[in-house]
């Protein structure tokens, strides 16, 4: 029964130093300021007004590829896992 209460007390003491490390390293952190930041025009152009960014057309076509991939992947795996024979 004492090797349990030893083993007990060695556990608790790991978990508060533990705590008390962590507590320790604990450290104030700096935000940023609430106030809203002047910015004049769209971040995402040179000065002009809203537009598209990126290409559009490489953009849908990756979601198509990604579409018919699936489906063909799909398709082979009940392909591959149909129960022969029943």
Known sequence: ????????????????????????????????SPSPDPIVGDPRSSGQGPGLVGDPLFALLAVIAIGVGSVVATLVYVRLTARRGE
């Open 1 to 32: 029964m004492t090797h349990r209460l030893v083993r007990a007390a060695e556990q608790t003491g790991a978990i508060a130093a533990a705590l008390a490390a962590w507590l320790f390293c604990a450290s104030a952190t700096l935000a940023a």
